[in-house]
């Protein structure tokens, strides 16, 4: 691809040059925060893609008080075409600091570990990233290993972004109407909570969220969470013999029991988990907060039966404590939504294949927008993004990757186009 070049008075960049611009704006959701957006500094970036979008040429573009971004490319010829998305998140994930991103070019990789400058016990290591194999000559982006680098999803982002540029300056790639969409707190499980569908008018979409180029995930987890509340006895610790029922062991004595075989460390592929991920606690009472994923619809609620069950049986050993067992609904399998619009996922199939790659179908251990977009009535599968190791401060994404999903893009819009 080019590098920067100004035509009119737009400028044309390369997917890498967009994406390098957008890592080092600071977009950290925080899921304490009440406010949408959860912080509003994620509203630096929305307005940045707002002013670019309109450079471009999409005169409709603008920023929403929520964080959202709604944009259009005006369709380029006079048949129906189905109205389609392309979908990305704005937000960094809590796990790691998104704070003064110092992004790094590994130029023509030549294969093993990469060290990162910033921080020298950050190591990306070949054989924690076997896909670094794939990458040989390729250029690779890290960060110095003090921060995250927001591929996740900013890679999705500059790759909508490049296309939305291919596609308004070149009349000639015939296209329906196509809908951008950048939205904030995906992150923290908020993305589409206050998502306009009557304004953003599409009938499918694509969240560009996912891993390995040449990926297109159809399915993810079916999850809830759960929250457990433990009321023990407190009395004087002078006192308590045969009385007290201290709230903080019984917490314990429940995550203890939780079995080792249905957790993240312990599974993969299609197998589910249950997994504790907060405890606040006191002799009195104490809250487990905990997550539950399954594919399967039955094989959740066989997970809280079991989790509800231990929890009974620990209870039953502290006559006189007492527990409430919550479980909230967070998303469902996409699959169940998708698999009525077999088009939507035929043509991204298409596409893939059309910009030179082997596609692969595939199943996301953890859920996108698109789970909850899929069942507001907008099926929405996953494509690839590029990005590798994501939450972490050895994440990295290669520029030719990057290319590939800008490519895909442009031929989907096509294959829509076409097949109409």
């Known amino acids: 691809?080019?590098?920067?070049?100004?035509?009119?008075?737009?400028?044309?960049?390369?997917?890498?040059?967009?994406?390098?611009?957008?890592?080092?704006?600071?977009t950290q959701s925080n899921p304490a925060s009440p406010t949408q957006p959860s912080t509003i500094k994620q509203m630096d970036l929305g307005r940045l893609l707002v002013d670019e979008l309109k450079a471009i040429g999409l005169a409709d573009a603008h920023l929403d008080e929520h964080g959202y971004v709604y944009a259009t490319i005006p369709s380029n010829v006079d048949k129906t075409v189905p109205v389609i998305c392309f979908c990305s998140h704005m937000d960094t994930a809590p796990d790691f600091t998104g704070t003064n991103v110092k992004p790094q070019i590994l130029r023509d990789y030549r294969g093993g570990d990469i060290q990162l400058v910033g921080d020298e016990t950050q190591i990306i290591r070949?054989?924690?990233?076997?896909?670094?194999?794939?990458?040989?000559?390729?250029?690779?982006?890290?960060?110095?290993?003090?921060?995250?680098?927001?591929?996740?999803?900013?890679?999705?982002?500059?790759?909508?972004?490049?296309a939305a540029q291919i596609l308004t300056d070149n009349p000639g790639i015939k296209h329906g109407t196509i809908k951008v969409l950048f939205t904030p707190d995906e992150e923290i499980g908020r993305g589409v909570d206050k998502v306009d569908l009557g304004r953003l008018g599409a009938e499918f979409a694509y969240t560009m969220d996912g891993e390995s180029a040449g990926q297109i995930e159809d399915e993810t987890f079916s999850a809830d969470g759960v929250e457990i509340t433990i009321t023990g006895v407190a009395i004087h610790p002078g006192f308590a013999k045969d009385k007290m029922k201290n709230a903080i062991k019984i917490a314990g004595a429940i995550i203890e029991r939780l079995p080792r075989d249905v957790a993240p460390e312990a599974t993969e592929g299609r197998n589910g988990f249950i997994h504790p991920t907060a405890v606040t606690a006191a002799m009195e009472k104490a809250t487990i907060s905990l997550i539950v994923r399954d594919f399967?619809?039955?094989?959740?609620?066989?997970?809280?039966?079991?989790?509800?069950?231990?929890?009974?049986?620990?209870?039953?050993?502290?006559?006189?404590?007492?527990?409430?067992?919550?479980?909230?609904?967070?998303?469902?399998?996409?699959?169940?939504?998708?698999?009525?619009?077999?088009?939507i996922v035929e043509n991204a199939i298409e596409a893939i294949r059309r910009a030179g790659m082997a596609p692969v179908r595939g199943s996301i251990r953890g859920g996108t927008d698109g789970s909850r977009l899929s069942f507001m009535g907008l099926p929405c599968p996953n494509i690839f993004a590029g990005g590798h190791a994501f939450h972490s401060p050895r994440e990295w994404i290669s520029r030719q990757d990057m290319e590939k999903a800008v490519a895909t893009l442009v031929e989907l819009a096509k294959v829509w186009e076409e097949r109409a």
């Not at 035509?7 to 890592?23: H, K, P």
């Open 1 to 26: 691809m080019r590098s920067s070049t100004w035509i009119g008075t737009a400028m044309t960049d390369t997917v890498l040059d967009r994406f390098l611009r957008y890592v080092v704006i600071d």
């Open 126 to 162: 070949l054989s924690e990233n076997p896909a670094l194999n794939e990458q040989i000559g390729n250029d690779i982006v890290t960060t110095d290993g003090t921060t995250l680098l927001g591929a996740d999803d900013k890679a999705g982002i500059a790759e909508i972004m490049t």
């Open 296 to 343: 399967e619809e039955a094989g959740l609620i066989a997970k809280e039966q079991l989790l509800e069950t231990l929890v009974e049986d620990v209870i039953a050993e502290y006559p006189g404590s007492s527990y409430t067992f919550v479980v909230n609904q967070q998303y469902r399998n996409m699959k169940v939504i998708l698999d009525r619009h077999p088009q």
